[in-house]
């Protein structure tokens, strides 16, 4: 069926060439946007648009009832002056400056143990993997706010080793390991990631270095994290940025409030009630911006110093 | 995907082992690799045991967990809990709550699967101005923090009366808001052979039928992928339906676990947790099924960033 018309249309288009060429780039165009469409339609009205609006909205006093009023800075200004608000940018640092790097650290030396042609790996990395995929969902918060709880059975299971820290959950101090913790249970997501890299490492270069009598540690340094920075550098970047956004877990285990002592507020929980508890919504929309210029930030730093970290090798691909 | 991940995973186990063998000797291997073993085997246990943990206690009686009980095993399992967690919360049953739930992650799926695929032909596929300049764009939202949208989302929707539906869940699903997906189709589009589709438009055939009916077939292992992931992460989603959604008739199961818990208040731990089970049991189902394909999905995609 497809045959003849084929036929045909090759024969009658085989004359006119240049034409033929220059009337495809205007279908292109039109092909283009027209397949485009829906992605575009998303960009401008769902992301475009609200970003715009947000940053407006920020530089006004908004509750959703009465029209925005202009205040210029002040949401800026005062957000600096709001003791919340700075409890919540120390609890998301503390969160993301210790939790991403013992995560990937986790990671990391997960995915060099299981770099190996032995039985079980697949099962080991399914295994690993599997925290990563429920980890941030409500029902692993509540059973994280279960386990930690007073007499939960972490509490019991250090009681047994002598330690009586009581549950974690209603200590301030220890509601952070809490969290730490539950990030760095879901490594395996970054665990499969650096498997995959470690695979592409050639294993002649290991060879080589054991010839020149070059011991585990030497190899650690000056094999595996140089050919491996690309993706060292991909997984810090994502976990990051990741890691600025927890929400659920801070929720559900605080109880919607960020207690006890406003130990467990999160910059995106004391956001969400700003936003829609107070229906400040200009105050949460500097709130928003802060974090998009933070991570935005970050994002530049990491790319600037990664200049000297990470190693792209012409030929590995 | 599966196609990209073909050469680079193989290519190793092909070649040597990782360790240098000849320097060891059988018994010095073998002593390595228990060693391996049982150092896996106590990581697994350890990584399990919350999972684990929630499974046994959701069959124990209150006083049990209350108690502090760290074992995986009691003498008095029941189904007790379960058939309290089945009763729901606030006059609305679990069975709805599921049913919310599967609808809006039908729905994700649905939607993702049409709009990303689409928009990814264009940016995989065809020469358009400004191609690039998009394409920069779509990188740049994977980065953004979502919660600069969310408000201003907040008052469009409530202003076109449609706070209390789900389409403001569902609508960015239908239009490729999920940057990721397009990106993770985009990447498998382009490991595709170009002479496909030059072949097929020497033939006359335009780009719907090219992408409907060459790239679409091709596609199934990213098609796979996305629905897998989309469905679990509308699945496991909170803040949209905790901003969306009042009326507790139409809650999916993570608002409907909040509920749970704000309203018993740690009463009866029993019963949460049950039905904390129940909530993640389509995601662990899935995840036993496609196993392989998920976790490729992952190492892959991640090389590809």
Redesign the interface.
């Known amino acids: 069926m497809?045959q003849s018309?084929?036929l045909s249309?090759?024969s009658t288009q085989s004359g006119p060439a240049p034409l033929r060429k220059s009337k495809r780039g205007g279908v292109?165009?039109r092909?283009?946007?027209?397949?485009?469409?829906?992605?575009?339609?998303?960009?401008i009205?769902?992301?475009v648009?609200?970003?715009i609006?947000?940053l407006y909205?920020s530089f006004t006093n908004y509750n959703?009832f009465e029209p925005p009023k202009w205040i210029g800075l002040d949401n800026y200004i005062t957000l600096f002056q709001d003791e919340r608000f700075l409890q919540s940018v120390g609890v998301t640092v503390g969160y993301v400056v210790f939790g991403t790097p013992l995560k990937l650290a986790a990671a990391l030396a997960?995915a060099m143990?299981?770099?190996?042609?032995?039985r079980?790996q697949?099962f080991?990395?399914?295994?690993?993997?599997?925290?990563s995929?429920?980890g941030?969902?409500?029902?692993?918060a509540?059973?994280?706010k279960?386990?930690f709880?007073d007499?939960?059975?972490v509490?019991?299971?250090l009681s047994?080793f002598g330690i009586n820290l009581g549950g974690w959950v209603g200590n301030p101090t220890m509601t952070m390991p809490m969290f730490i913790l539950l990030t760095v249970?879901q490594f395996?997501?970054?665990m499969?990631?650096f498997?995959?890299?470690l695979?592409?490492i050639p294993?002649e270069l290991?060879?080589a270095a054991?010839m020149d009598g070059a011991g585990p540690v030497r190899k650690f340094f000056n094999i595996t994290w140089p050919m491996l920075s690309p993706?060292i550098f991909?997984?810090l970047?994502?976990e990051t940025?990741h890691a600025?956004?927890i929400?659920?877990s801070a929720?559900?285990i605080s109880?919607g409030e960020g207690g006890p002592a406003g130990s467990t507020l999160f910059y995106?929980l004391y956001?969400?009630l700003r936003?829609?508890s107070d229906f400040r919504?200009g105050y949460?929309?500097a709130m928003?911006?802060l974090?998009?210029i933070v991570?935005g930030i970050i994002?530049l730093i990491f790319f600037k110093t990664s200049k000297s970290w990470v190693h792209y090798s012409g030929d590995s691909k | 995907m599966t196609t990209m991940a073909t050469p680079?995973?193989s290519?190793?186990?092909a070649?040597?082992?990782?360790?240098?063998p000849k320097?060891e000797s059988v018994g010095a291997k073998r002593a390595k690799?228990t060693a391996?073993?049982i150092?896996?085997l106590i990581?697994?246990g350890i990584?399990?045991y919350?999972?684990l943990?929630?499974i046994a206690?959701a069959f124990k009686p209150n006083s049990e967990?209350?108690?502090?009980?760290?074992s995986l095993w009691s003498e008095n399992f029941s189904f007790d809990n379960f058939v309290t967690a089945l009763d729901g919360i606030g006059g609305v049953s679990t069975m709805q709550f599921f049913t919310n739930s599967l609808i809006l992650a039908l729905g994700a799926v649905v939607g993702t699967i049409?709009?990303?695929s689409?928009?990814a032909?264009?940016?995989a596929r065809?020469?358009?101005?400004g191609?690039s300049v998009?394409f920069g764009?779509?990188i740049a939202?994977l980065?953004?923090?979502?919660?600069?949208?969310?408000?201003?989302?907040?008052?469009?929707f409530?202003q076109l009366g449609l706070v209390d539906t789900y389409i403001p869940l569902l609508?960015?699903k239908?239009?490729?808001?999920d940057a990721f997906f397009?990106f993770l189709m985009v990447q498998f589009m382009r490991g595709l052979p170009a002479e496909l589709d030059e072949a097929a438009r020497?033939?006359?055939a335009?780009?719907v039928r090219i992408?409907s009916s060459i790239m679409l077939p091709l596609m199934k292992p990213a098609l796979i992928s996305t629905s897998i992931f989309s469905f679990?992460w509308s699945w496991?989603d909170?803040?949209g339906p905790?901003?969306y959604l009042n009326t507790p008739e139409k809650y999916p199961?993570?608002l409907a676990?909040?509920l749970f818990?704000?309203q018993t208040q740690?009463s009866d731990?029993g019963a949460?947790?049950a039905m904390?089970?129940l909530?993640?049991l389509p995601?662990?189902i899935f995840?036993l099924i496609f196993?392989?394909y998920?976790?490729e999905g992952?190492?892959?995609q991640?090389?590809k960033?």
């Open positions: 497809t018309p084929t249309r090759r292109d165009a092909a283009g946007y027209t397949f485009l469409l829906p992605w575009l339609l998303g960009f009205a769902l992301t648009g609200p970003m609006s947000s909205l959703l997960v143990l299981l770099n190996s042609k032995r079980g697949g080991y990395r399914s295994a690993f993997y599997a925290p995929l429920i941030a969902s409500v029902s692993i509540i059973v994280w279960a386990m709880g007499s939960g059975p509490d019991q299971g047994f249970w395996g997501a970054p499969v990631i498997l995959a890299g695979k592409q294993n290991y060879e054991s993706v991909f997984n970047l994502m940025i600025f956004q929400f659920a929720f559900i109880n995106t956001l969400y936003g829609f919504m949460a929309s928003a911006w974090l998009v991570v994002t | 680079t995973q290519a190793p186990e070649g040597t082992p990782a360790y240098n320097s690799s391996f073993h150092a896996a990581l697994t990584v399990l919350p999972g943990w929630m206690s967990i209350g108690g502090g009980n760290t049409l709009s990303a689409v928009s032909y264009a940016f065809i020469k358009f101005p191609r998009f764009m779509m939202t980065l953004l923090p979502f919660h600069v949208v969310i408000i201003p989302q907040y008052i469009i409530q609508i960015g239908f239009l490729a808001a397009v020497i033939d006359g335009g780009h992408f679990i496991n909170f803040l905790l901003l199961l993570p676990l909040r818990q704000d740690s731990y949460m947790i904390s089970v909530a993640l995601v662990l995840f196993q392989r998920i976790v992952v190492s892959t991640g090389l960033g």
